[in-house]
């Protein structure tokens, strides 16, 4: 009689000899349960809310001490940085809403007295159009939302009038540059990024003045680089906006094209624009078409050609973790929470998020962390719509890990290298407009913004959806 071996030993014997590490296993694995430990954890939302607080006014008041009226503080010479040759106030009109929100009505009212006593875009600088629409048009209308002081508008609707000429060209697509004093355009080279990306502002400019010709210029340069899609319904990472014709023809959801695609999906949520949503339809469509990419690493989006969707390169990087708040949003709840998970493999490389790694290999190709809020905003969406906690326990090791290899003497500083941890001296204004403002977010009460009600651009700056 030969012995039976019984089938669960033999199940038990077969992980014993395999190890925990075996993909067939993947759930058992040491690294899966120390993952399950933490999301298990509980988390004081409470707590950590006013953590991330804590670190904002850090942050701030190494502003105030040693770049007040500037553009960005520099926190390791403790100095400062002006993006032109004259400040714009960069820092304080990206951070304003941030400490509406926060409750910081102290370091608000300062804040409000200095870009209503001090900004004036009466200067003969050229500027970039699309960073200037995003960070100050954008956080004028939040801020103006958010107090109902007219001053804010009064001074968006002025920066926006010396904006309106990089639409003059022979398409209707914005030039990349404008001096503010002269209307002077340059830069007939540009990305759908910068070309598609300022209808949220001027759409909402248009609806809160009446002015109609804001709104209808941006739609015209939106409309205009949508109908220059490839014939299987990419678009390209450049195009001359004088000739409409494509100069680079690698498509993806990176840097360069990211808020087209963005700008799509939350224009039709902010105004119910049917066209944004065929076009939004169309083109998610084709991404998950031909960008799309099941790896054994995990789900991500990758590159390929417009014309043809062959793919060229497997790359992806912190700009892409955007993607996962769209697909929420746009309600494909699976694939947000297959591309965030991929993303949070990225993240915990090397304890913090590089810049851009192929993900075939998992090998960092860009190693420098600029203090990105991307991954952090897609994490806050996916609470939102899961109310998963393990939404938190990522908040939770995005905020230490940033307060660990990032806080300096006065605030915080980007990565040369998320390897070698070496940092570099510098602390953009989207640090306090997004990353602490979106981690907050992530811990905050409810009662604090109400999500329904609001469509962030790209800059993290709330504008509402029904107001009258």
């Given at each position: 009689?030969?012995?039976?071996?019984p089938?669960?030993?033999?199940?038990?014997?077969?992980?014993?000899?395999?190890?925990?590490?075996?993909?067939?296993?993947?759930?058992l694995n040491?690294r899966?349960?120390?993952?399950?430990?933490?999301?298990?954890e509980?988390?004081n939302?409470?707590?950590?809310?006013e953590?991330v607080?804590?670190?904002?006014?850090?942050?701030?008041?190494?502003?105030?001490?040693?770049?007040?009226?500037h553009?960005?503080?520099k926190?390791?010479?403790d100095?400062?940085r002006?993006?032109y040759?004259s400040?714009l106030?960069?820092?304080?009109?990206d951070?304003?809403?941030?400490m509406?929100?926060?409750?910081?009505?102290?370091?608000?009212?300062?804040t409000?007295k200095?870009?209503?006593?001090?900004?004036?875009f009466d200067?003969?600088?050229?500027?970039?159009?699309?960073e200037?629409?995003?960070?100050?048009?954008?956080?004028?209308?939040?801020?103006?939302e958010?107090?109902?002081?007219?001053?804010?508008?009064?001074?968006?609707?002025?920066?926006?009038n010396?904006?309106?000429?990089?639409?003059?060209?022979?398409t209707g697509?914005?030039?990349?540059?404008?001096n503010?004093?002269?209307?002077?355009?340059?830069g007939?080279v540009?990305?759908?990024?910068?070309?598609?990306?300022?209808?949220?502002?001027?759409?909402t400019?248009?609806?809160l003045t009446g002015?109609?010709?804001y709104?209808?210029?941006?739609?015209?340069?939106?409309?205009?680089?949508?109908n220059?899609?490839?014939?299987?319904?990419?678009?390209g990472?450049?195009i001359?906006?004088?000739?409409?014709k494509w100069v680079?023809t690698?498509s993806?959801?990176?840097?360069?094209?990211?808020?087209?695609?963005?700008?799509?999906?939350?224009?039709?949520m902010?105004?119910?624009?049917?066209?944004?949503e065929?076009m939004?339809?169309?083109s998610?469509?084709?991404?998950?078409?031909?960008?799309?990419?099941?790896a054994?690493?995990?789900f991500?989006y990758?590159?390929?050609d417009?014309?043809?969707?062959?793919?060229?390169?497997?790359?992806?990087?912190?700009?892409?973790?955007f993607?996962p708040?769209e697909?929420?949003?746009?309600?494909d709840?699976?694939?947000?929470e297959?591309?965030?998970?991929?993303?949070?493999?990225?993240?915990?490389?090397?304890?913090?998020?590089?810049?851009q790694?192929?993900?075939?290999?998992?090998?960092?190709?860009?190693?420098?962390y600029?203090l990105r809020?991307e991954i952090?905003?897609s994490?806050?969406?996916?609470y939102?719509?899961?109310?998963?906690?393990?939404?938190?326990?990522m908040?939770?090791?995005?905020?230490?890990n940033?307060?660990?290899?990032c806080?300096?003497?006065?605030?915080?500083a980007e990565?040369?290298?998320?390897?070698t941890?070496?940092?570099?001296?510098a602390?953009?204004s989207?640090f306090?407009?997004?990353?602490?403002?979106?981690?907050y977010?992530?811990?905050?009460?409810?009662k604090?913004?109400?999500?329904n009600?609001?469509?962030?651009n790209?800059?993290?700056?709330?504008?509402q959806?029904?107001?009258?």
């Amino acid at each position: 009689m030969k012995y039976k071996f019984p089938i669960s030993l033999f199940i038990i014997t077969l992980i014993i000899i395999f190890g925990f590490s075996n993909p067939i296993f993947g759930k058992l694995n040491i690294r899966s349960h120390s993952f399950t430990d933490k999301q298990n954890e509980k988390i004081n939302k409470k707590e950590m809310a006013e953590k991330v607080k804590q670190e904002f006014l850090f942050a701030w008041n190494g502003y105030k001490k040693y770049a007040w009226g500037h553009d960005e503080l520099k926190p390791i010479s403790d100095t400062y940085r002006d993006w032109y040759s004259s400040s714009l106030l960069m820092t304080p009109v990206d951070a304003f809403d941030t400490m509406v929100l926060m409750g910081l009505k102290k370091e608000a009212a300062e804040t409000q007295k200095l870009i209503l006593d001090s900004l004036s875009f009466d200067k003969n600088i050229t500027v970039k159009f699309f960073e200037i629409n995003i960070r100050l048009v954008g956080g004028l209308l939040s801020s103006y939302e958010l107090t109902r002081n007219k001053g804010f508008l009064k001074l968006a609707e002025d920066l926006a009038n010396r904006l309106m000429p990089v639409f003059n060209s022979k398409t209707g697509m914005p030039y990349r540059y404008i001096n503010l004093k002269t209307g002077k355009v340059s830069g007939a080279v540009s990305n759908p990024a910068e070309i598609g990306s300022c209808i949220i502002e001027l759409g909402t400019l248009s609806k809160l003045t009446g002015n109609p010709e804001y709104f209808n210029k941006a739609k015209r340069a939106l409309t205009a680089l949508y109908n220059r899609r490839s014939n299987i319904g990419l678009v390209g990472s450049e195009i001359s906006i004088e000739t409409g014709k494509w100069v680079n023809t690698n498509s993806s959801i990176t840097g360069g094209i990211d808020s087209y695609y963005e700008y799509l999906l939350k224009r039709w949520m902010l105004f119910g624009d049917k066209d944004c949503e065929r076009m939004w339809k169309t083109s998610i469509t084709a991404i998950n078409k031909y960008l799309a990419d099941k790896a054994s690493t995990g789900f991500w989006y990758g590159h390929a050609d417009m014309n043809t969707g062959k793919r060229i390169s497997t790359h992806f990087g912190a700009l892409d973790a955007f993607f996962p708040a769209e697909l929420v949003l746009s309600g494909d709840l699976k694939r947000a929470e297959a591309l965030e998970a991929s993303c949070y493999k990225m993240w915990n490389l090397e304890g913090i998020e590089p810049e851009q790694i192929d993900y075939s290999y998992m090998k960092i190709i860009s190693p420098g962390y600029p203090l990105r809020p991307e991954i952090i905003e897609s994490a806050y969406y996916l609470y939102h719509y899961t109310h998963s906690k393990k939404y938190l326990q990522m908040g939770k090791t995005f905020f230490n890990n940033i307060v660990k290899y990032c806080k300096t003497n006065s605030g915080f500083a980007e990565l040369k290298s998320v390897i070698t941890k070496q940092k570099r001296d510098a602390m953009e204004s989207f640090f306090l407009a997004e990353t602490l403002k979106y981690l907050y977010l992530l811990f905050a009460p409810a009662k604090v913004l109400d999500f329904n009600k609001v469509i962030f651009n790209t800059e993290g700056h709330p504008v509402q959806r029904n107001f009258k």
